[in-house]
């Protein structure tokens, strides 16, 4: 676990109980083929916890791979008031913001999205519909939510503690994972934790690539948490703060496309025929394609997939 030493007041279990924070039940949605918006209910699991969603539509009717994913749910804060000034987090002249920020390590996938502004003079109490829509086959794996406090606009002095930076997330008053159901939905990496074990190593366990899914059956991209340079894959910053996680899903692919080539279908999966859909060939022939990669040699490919990551995630 990384270690961070804040220079700043931020949210903790004290303030967080003396502002009053309430949720409600969340829901999910999706736009249905005429355009209705249709919520649907969760099939129920052994063993759930609270704030931890596996999301699988109990009809089975939604697909994530063909529908969206709307995420809902209304929260209050009884006494704002108490986020700033002495005892607080800001500054009593300075301006707060509540946003929604998500990360999908499984799909290399973050996002956040601001969703309102308040200060020390705001009506109490505050009630917030939280909302966030999620594309059609965007999400594999599990997703995180988090409902975070951040600093809009600091107070026009310089009192001492208190962050000056505006978008600083001050702290994060609820948590949700999502882990998305459903056939194909699952990017292939798996985290274990043993210290007598690599950081990282990948298994290609298919037998037929044209109709095998791409999923964690049959393609498994290990990460060791146990490994003592598991702190600097930085997994909370996700992908794009991460250049050694990126490092390591370049030579995953590139093991994989490699294995791929040694095989008698490689000639059809890079002309697009043959495969099934959501098939290891269907996906490796999606990526190369979509993304440009050269697989015409080692070096050619190894470059390519670098140079397609960095340019998408590395800024």
Request: charged share 25%; glycine share 8%; proline share 4%.
């Amino acid at each position: 676990m990384q270690n961070t030493i804040q220079l700043y007041r931020s949210l903790n279990e004290k303030v967080l109980k003396r502002i009053g924070f309430q949720e409600d039940h969340v829901s999910f949605f999706y736009t249905a083929e005429e355009g209705e918006e249709k919520e649907f209910f969760l099939a129920e699991e052994e063993d759930s916890k609270p704030d931890v969603f596996l999301v699988n539509d109990k009809e089975g009717i939604w697909d994530p791979n063909t529908h969206n994913l709307k995420v809902r749910q209304t929260v209050s804060i009884e006494n704002p008031i108490f986020l700033f000034g002495n005892g607080g987090v800001a500054a009593m002249d300075s301006r707060l913001g509540i946003a929604l920020s998500w990360q999908s390590r499984s799909s290399a996938r973050r996002g956040i999205r601001p969703v309102l502004s308040f200060d020390a003079d705001s009506i109490s109490p505050i009630n917030v519909d939280l909302g966030i829509n999620f594309e059609s086959n965007l999400l594999r794996g599990t997703v995180e939510i988090d409902t975070v406090i951040y600093l809009q606009r600091a107070g026009s002095g310089n009192a001492p503690g208190y962050a000056t930076k505006p978008g600083t997330i001050l702290g994060v008053l609820d948590s949700k994972t999502l882990h998305i159901d459903g056939e194909g939905s699952e990017f292939p990496i798996v985290e274990v934790e043993d210290p007598a074990m690599p950081l990282w190593w990948v298994e290609c366990n298919w037998t037929d690539p044209m109709t095998e899914p791409f999923n964690q059956e049959n393609i498994r991209i290990y990460l060791n948490l146990k490994h003592r340079f598991t702190k600097e894959l930085n997994l909370k910053g996700g992908i794009g703060q991460s250049p050694l996680l990126l490092e390591i899903l370049a030579s995953s692919f590139q093991i994989i496309i490699e294995r791929l080539k040694q095989g008698e279908d490689w000639t059809d999966i890079m002309t697009g025929q043959g495969f099934e859909k959501g098939s290891i060939g269907e996906a490796i022939f999606y990526f190369t394609n979509t993304f440009e990669w050269d697989t015409s040699s080692p070096e050619k490919l190894a470059k390519s997939i670098r140079a397609d990551l960095y340019g998408r995630f590395g800024g």
